[in-house]
């Protein structure tokens, strides 16, 4: 029946093209037709992008013991916006709420030291911690086999009264998010990296791992390059928003 149908509708297309032919020319129709099958095929490929865009389910879960994995992060971060419990919004409390809504293994290292009571497992931990509110700056590292990784998170205070936020995944799934901070609805919403490729010294390459500032309010990009070298790129915060400062060849 199916089938059936298909052959139906291929019939159906093809008296329509044939119909609009003229001198060997299609005429408006024959446009409007593929017009049409584009963008059922764009709505197709929209559909099938959705469907994947997913996070993970249940199981997957709790076979994380209940954390998620940076990886699903970085794929779904900037689809929720934060609440930050409480009346504080220094760089402690401002993890803990990402912590909250995005529990990790790598991050409950940090969140074990201000808040036992919400990440109470001690579990993975390794020597390395560094809890810095003067600065505005928290960092933890742990390790993934032999390999080791970072994660990372610091503040800068915005001149409209809002804060920037970002934390920083430094592992085999590198990745690095923003996010605003407003203090009268006190939600984390999220931001738009400022990183662009076009500002690279090699803008055919993604980053190969990023610096968040403790002292100082530049970010650091840090980038392959060949012979085993490495080159910089720097985006100094104005104030408001962090901008291209220049960068460094190896």
Known sequence: ?????????????????????????????????????DSITTEIADTAALSQATEPKEAEMESQGGMYKPIDISRYWNKRTITVPGNKSDIVALFE??????????????????NPALAPDETYYEDGSEIDRKNGYVESAWYEGEDLGTVSACVWNRKNGHKLFAVNFN??????????????????TPEE?????????????????????????????????PGDEVAFTYYSFDGQNLKFAGHTAP
């Not at 991050?107 to 074990?112: A, E, L, N």
Request: charged residues 25%.
């Open 1 to 37: 029946m199916k089938k059936t149908i298909l052959h139906l509708f291929a019939f159906m297309a093809l008296v329509t093209l044939l119909s609009g032919c003229s001198n060997g020319k299609q005429t408006d129709t024959a446009d409007d037709t593929a017009r049409n099958s």
């Open 193 to 225: 990296n400022p990183v662009k490729k076009e500002h690279l010294n090699f803008p055919d390459k993604a980053p190969a791992w990023y610096i968040l500032p403790r002292i100082g309010r530049t970010l650091e990009v840090v980038e392959d390059a």
């Open 97 to 114: 709420a990402f912590y909250t809504e995005w529990p990790t293994i790598e991050g409950s290292r940090i969140v074990h030291i201000t």
């Open 171 to 188: 592992c085999e799934d590198d990745f690095l998010c923003f996010y605003d901070f407003d203090p009268a609805t006190r939600t984390l």
